[in-house]
């Protein structure tokens, strides 16, 4: 049985509807990608499931359980982060404050475990103790984004939704992200709902895919095999419009034109 | 410094010194503001011991524009306060709400905001038909509440979007802490200003009432009552108006400097 389940999703904002009839499983300890084009309902779904839109129809099931019909701090076992990391993180409190505030929540325990559990998650997302007395405006994008997914890991959730948690940071800082989900999983066992539009990123972390089209679930399977080998025509073209550069360099046409003077760039264009 | 930073400056230490003049008042001049002595009719100021003379029934106008500092202030901050609770109580309940009662709020804001405040204010104090302190903080309180639901509403309303705030709500924080924890700090710089305006609008708003004998008791010792009465004696006894009517503009100025630099603290 599958963690998280959505069935037959919608979401609408009054007249406009976002997501239509999404259905898609997600497995303890499994990264699953949700790709498409701006406005093809990736956030919709990512927020219906975190529970911060309403769903016009259908249902999210958590180990079974319909979470529409169990007790709210059931979904405390499905945490966000979140696409803008300076809009994420509370700019009035510490590193300390905002790490401390989920496990207060929790009642974790004494202001000495939950120092503790604090230091913890700073080892896991990598952090240096030295920041937990700065504001946010003192850290830089990665950081922000590394404090956000400790935030969000301080909830001990069983699903972690990433919303476009890469696409605000510089390519090393994505690179190094990355690298994070993947140990984040290994360590924890945490199920990823990885959204993206960014086919590099998912080639690299995302054991399955799920290709929205319109607020369609229009494809969806093993990553390495979808991205592979596209069945459906947006498909087909969402990978085309990207270059794996390790595909790239042997395929001997593409070799030759960038010989003949054309650039990676005007080569991604075409 | 500016000619204008100097003005702010000067202006918001008079709002300071009239401040603390009206909690010292009754030490600062003895005499009883409401005493009348006809002996001492128009008396000029600085006779007998009158620093700002007497009025028409020889009552002490110092003794008088310190009553009605008091006074002023008393509503002013009484009636800002009211606003301000109200206002932001509803503001958050309108910003929060996204049905049905979200709008019905915003609904009747804007349609409590439609009426004239002084207008409105009037009407209700005769409806009353009983004057004193407590009819008019309430009154104006309760006519002017929607200033701050509109400012707060509209911020609010921004903030529950924010996606800090989204995450505390993902952890289910209960609605008390999120607002004390995550919202309402954010208000506090538009509200600090806010408080400010208000408060020189309330202190303008109570003159204009006592200039119409509404809402103080028959007698007592107002700005506006004495504004009213000196009209008569502006020839003759030009101290009557003078007094109030400089005090009601630095207060009302030097209210409104500090607001302005909060404003520009805040920005």
């Known amino acids: 049985m599958s963690l998280l389940s959505v069935e037959q999703l919608s979401v609408a904002y009054g007249r406009t509807t976002a997501l239509r009839a999404a259905s898609l499983q997600l497995a303890a300890g499994e990264i699953l990608a949700v790709v498409g084009e701006s406005g093809s309902g990736k956030s919709s779904l990512a927020r219906a499931v975190a529970g911060l839109v309403k769903p016009h ?214 | 410094m500016t000619a204008q930073r100097r003005l702010l400056r000067f202006a918001f230490i008079l709002l300071l010194v009239l401040v603390a003049v009206a909690l010292l008042g009754p030490f600062l001049v003895a005499r009883d503001p409401m005493r009348i002595d006809l002996a001492a009719r128009f008396l000029a100021p600085l006779q007998a ?24 202030l008393g509503i002013a901050a009484g009636a800002t306060l009211i606003a301000f609770l109200l206002g932001t109580a509803i503001g958050l309940l309108a910003a929060r709400s996204r049905a049905l009662f979200g709008t019905a709020l915003r609904q009747v804001t804007i349609f409590t905001q439609s009426f004239p405040v002084f207008v409105l204010a009037v009407s209700i104090v005769a409806v009353i038909g009983k004057s004193g302190f407590a009819t008019l903080v309430l009154t104006l309180g309760l006519v002017t509440w929607p200033v701050f639901a509109r400012v707060v509403q509209a911020e609010a309303s921004s903030l529950f979007t924010r996606e800090y705030v989204l995450a505390a709500e ?36 109570e003159s204009a009432l006592s200039f119409l004998g509404i809402g103080a008791p028959l007698g007592a010792a107002t700005w506006g009552g004495m504004l009213n009465e000196s009209r008569a004696h502006m020839l003759t006894a030009p101290w009557m108006l003078l007094a109030p009517a400089a005090c009601l503009v630095l207060l009302v100025v030097g209210a409104h400097a500090l607001g302005q630099r909060l404003r520009e603290a805040t920005a």
């Open chain 1, 57 to 270: 129809s259908g249902r999210i099931t958590l180990d079974g359980s319909d979470l529409a019909l169990r007790p709210r701090v059931e979904r405390r076992a499905i945490q966000m982060v979140f696409q803008d990391p300076d809009a994420s993180l509370n700019p009035r409190h510490t590193v300390r404050f905002i790490l401390d505030e989920p496990l207060q929540i929790l009642a974790y325990g004494p202001a000495a475990a939950r120092a503790e559990r604090i230091e913890t998650l700073l080892r896991l997302v990598q952090l240096e103790p030295a920041l937990l007395d700065r504001r946010p405006i003192a850290l830089s994008g990665g950081q922000k984004q590394r404090v956000a997914i400790a935030r969000a890991l301080a909830m001990q959730p069983r699903v972690l939704l990433a919303d476009e948690a890469l696409s605000a940071l510089d390519m090393s800082t994505q690179s190094t992200l990355l690298d994070l989900f993947a140990s984040l999983r290994r360590e924890t066992g945490i199920a990823i709902l990885f959204i993206s539009h960014d086919l590099a990123a998912v080639r690299r972390l995302a054991d399955r895919v799920c290709v929205l089209y319109r607020g369609r679930v229009v494809e969806q399977g093993d990553c390495a095999q979808v991205l592979a080998a596209p069945q459906h025509p947006y498909t087909k073209l969402l990978v085309a419009a990207t270059i794996d550069p390790a595909r790239a360099l042997q395929d001997p046409a593409f070799l030759a034109r960038l010989a003949d003077g054309v650039s990676v760039e005007e080569e991604t264009m075409q």
């Open chain 2, 170 to 205: 993902m952890m289910q924080m209960g609605g008390a802490r999120l607002l004390l924890r995550h919202v309402l700090p954010a208000l506090v710089p538009s509200l600090s200003v806010l408080l400010v305006f208000h408060f020189a609008d309330m202190i303008i708003a």
């Open chain 2, 49 to 72: 011991g009158h620093l700002l003379g007497c009025d028409q029934l020889g009552r002490d106008v110092a003794a008088r524009l310190l009553a009605g500092l008091r006074w002023s």
